[in-house]
């Protein structure tokens, strides 16, 4: 089993910044995919941003130069550098991992229990 610890949300004001974390601790061979995702209110959840395990990065179009993702394979971490935040930015972001336990297993996925951001004057 994999457990996902997030941590960084909270209350901030337009334009100010937050970085978000989560943990995966485990049964982990290898995270080929790490990515962070959000829900906001009566919205779908959408894609925020994803990195894989060599670093490549890909991010939704609506947060594109102000996001960052990056990710430390020794620590089994994922973070989220969140600058120029807008009130529509806020939403709850989860934490999306897929995970080998073997060399020879196929991936699973896991989820974070979401972490809430609220982006308010």
């Known amino acids: 089993q994999v457990q996902l610890v997030e941590s960084g949300g909270g209350l901030v004001q337009p334009g100010g910044s937050l970085r978000l974390s989560c943990a995966a601790s485990?049964?982990?061979?290898?995270?080929?995919?790490m990515a962070w995702y959000r829900q906001a209110p009566e919205k779908q959840r959408e894609l925020v941003a994803t990195?894989?395990?060599?670093?490549?990065?890909n991010y939704a179009d609506s947060v594109k130069g102000r996001f960052t993702i990056s990710r430390d394979n020794a620590k089994n971490t994922v973070y989220l550098r969140m600058n120029n935040l807008k009130p529509e930015d806020t939403a709850v972001y989860y934490c999306?991992?897929?995970?080998?336990?073997?060399?020879?297993?196929?991936?699973?996925?896991?989820w974070g229990q979401g972490t809430q951001v609220t982006v308010s004057s």
């Open positions: 485990g049964n982990i061979f290898s995270i080929d995919v």
């Open positions: 999306y991992v897929q995970v080998r336990r073997s060399v020879i297993s196929s991936s699973s996925e896991y």
């Open positions: 990195i894989i395990s060599r670093g490549a990065t």
